[in-house]
């Protein structure tokens, strides 16, 4: 998923320069390099070096400090916006057949958070899931769907629903058909799915903590962070979770230290978790 970088060996990002780009950026959007891997970080800004022609990590720096279109760049490099509809179809299967039947029998209302949501893929995916398993449920108002992302242009994208058919590839058959309109050479989702689905804008090295909820959506986000900034976020998601609401990580991604004394494994293959 990270844009790969050729056989050469980059030259190393120097400590100044690093923070240099981090001040750059945080002044530019709030956003702060702090919980994120070194590692993933310093290959993203050195795509951008390659990218920009710089002779040098500094020369890119001095390159950032003037051009808001290239901090703009960075940014998006940085929060990556890999995402589709139906991602690892067999996640949706078993919250189709398993998860969310138990929720909607032992609860009234269910509300789900999809974190680091990127274009809303994700949330509008649980909302089709949903509308097509469930529709009483939907229609009876029993259901909040929330997406949050730290970059709040792909939250913009995310409220029009409309989608290049390379992020539709998975839907299941007959889906887009029922729930999308061909426009041009996109796809726009239904406003009543587009309704279901309320975005926000958060940071995930920021937020103090969220509001009550049943289930969480939280994939190929963590895998970006420091263990410690992951462990932390993780016990805020078991402190939001209803007891017996649901986590669902991303394939690479799982729980550990204290985290795991907070969820019970009951996918370990799809990354499903039970909170206690
Ligand atoms: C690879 S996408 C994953 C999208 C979707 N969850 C999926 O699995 O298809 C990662 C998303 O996490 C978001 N993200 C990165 N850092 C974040 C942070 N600190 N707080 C909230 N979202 C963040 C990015 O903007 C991006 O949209």
Redesign the pocket.
């Known amino acids: ?1 990270l844009s790969g970088i050729s056989g050469s060996v980059e030259p190393d990002i120097a400590p100044d320069t690093f923070e240099v780009i981090g001040r750059i950026l945080k002044a530019r959007s709030g956003f702060t390099l702090d919980g994120y891997k070194d590692k993933c970080v310093k290959r993203r800004i050195h795509i951008r070096v390659r990218a920009t022609h710089s002779p040098s990590p500094e020369a890119y720096g001095e390159l950032l400090t003037r051009s808001t279109a290239e901090q703009d760049h960075l940014l998006r490099v940085l ?5 589709h509809f139906f ?1 690892n179809p067999p996640v949706f299967e078993k919250l189709g057949a398993e998860i969310l039947p138990q929720l909607f029998e032992q609860r009234d209302q269910i509300r789900a958070l999809s ?4 274009g809303g ?2 949330p509008y995916t649980l909302a089709l899931l949903m509308k097509e398993r469930f529709p009483a449920a939907i229609d009876a108002g029993r259901v909040t769907i929330l997406g ?4 709040t242009a ?1 939250l913009e994208q995310a409220r029009e629903g409309l989608y290049h058919p390379d992020r539709l590839a998975e839907l299941p058959p007959g889906v887009l058909e029922r729930w999308f309109a061909p426009e041009g050479s996109r796809y726009r989702l239904c406003r009543e799915l587009r309704e279901q689905v309320h975005f926000e804008h ?4 920021h937020r103090q903590g969220w509001d009550p909820c049943d289930l969480i959506l939280c ?3 963590l895998i ?1 962070f420091e263990r410690e900034r992951q462990e932390t976020v993780l016990n805020g998601f078991a402190d939001a979770l209803s007891p017996g609401g649901y986590l669902v990580l ?1 394939k690479a991604e799982t729980l550990f230290g204290t985290a795991r004394k907070r969820f019970r494994t009951i996918c370990p293959v799809e990354r499903i978790y039970r909170a206690l």
């Open positions: 998923m929060t990556i916006h890999v995402s991602r974190v680091g949501c990127a893929e994700e949050v992302d730290v970059d792909i958060a940071d995930l090295n994939r190929n986000v970006y991303g």
